[in-house]
């Protein structure tokens, strides 16, 4: 069953990860995000329900923006993180709000 409330957009940021208070990090991808939560990729041995930091890594290399969650699910290849705040700005910046705009038009225009 599906329980998500926020639109998930498919995105591939590379992040530095640091779970257990910093004292153990990893390199990941984030491979997908909502302003609820998102998918990581990584071998970070993050357990559930464990809290999780992410550094989003600019292009130039530089560490940029600051997101912290909750480790929600495990799989082999990475964990779902509920954000501790609304990532609001990671979904402007990527310019994906504009698309939240579209859709929330589209659906008033059609009459959904």
């Known amino acids: ?4 409330s926020a639109p998930r957009y498919q995105v591939a940021i590379p992040v530095y990860a640091q779970a257990h208070s910093g004292a153990v990090s990893s390199k990941g991808y984030l491979l997908d995000v909502s302003l609820s939560g998102g998918f990581l990729v990584t071998t970070l041995p993050a ?4 809290l999780i930091s992410l550094r989003l890594i600019e292009t130039n290399g530089e560490m940029g923006q600051r997101l912290e969650g909750q480790v929600v699910r495990r799989s082999f290849v990475g964990v779902g993180i509920a954000w501790s705040e609304p990532a609001t700005e990671l979904i402007r910046s990527l310019g994906l709000d504009r698309e939240m705009d579209e859709d929330s038009t589209s659906s008033t225009a059609s009459g959904t």
């Not at 069953?1 to 998500?4: G, L, T, V, Y």
């Not at 357990?47 to 464990?50: A, F, G, T």
């Open 1 to 4: 069953m599906e329980r998500r």
């Open 47 to 50: 357990e559930l329900n464990s």
